[in-house]
């Protein structure tokens, strides 16, 4: 009797690991160029969203007819260049906040852009 548990055990074993599905696991060097990369990305994106926050673009947006939620939903849409040229136009803004005629124009343009996207 106790060879035939162990005999069913070995076999329900068997059958077990028959069905068992393994996953191939790929491991990788990163660079650092990569991983600054990704970083720096991240840091523009959070840049247009903080910028997209603020109470005075929020009021500008809303002039424009731009919801704030689906322009935030846009900027996750964006590809890393896009969100980094918008990102280098956040830090050549006047600290006054007082805008250009062209710094209104890409806001313009990107509200547009938004909307268009709808």
Known sequence: MKTLT??????????????????????????????????QAQADRDKVRDFLSRASVQEK????????????ERVDALTVQEVTLLAQ?????????????TDFVIILLVAILVAIAL
Do not use: N, Y
């Open 89 to 101: 136009r956040i830090d050549a803004l006047p600290a006054g906040g007082a805008l250009s005629g």
């Open 6 to 39: 162990m005999a069913f055990g070995v076999v329900l074993l068997f059958a077990c690991l028959a069905f068992v599905q393994t996953s191939a696991v790929q491991a990788g060097m990163l660079s650092t160029q990569e991983v600054v990369a990704a970083q």
């Open 61 to 72: 947006m809303q002039a424009l007819g731009v919801q704030a939620a689906f322009a935030k």
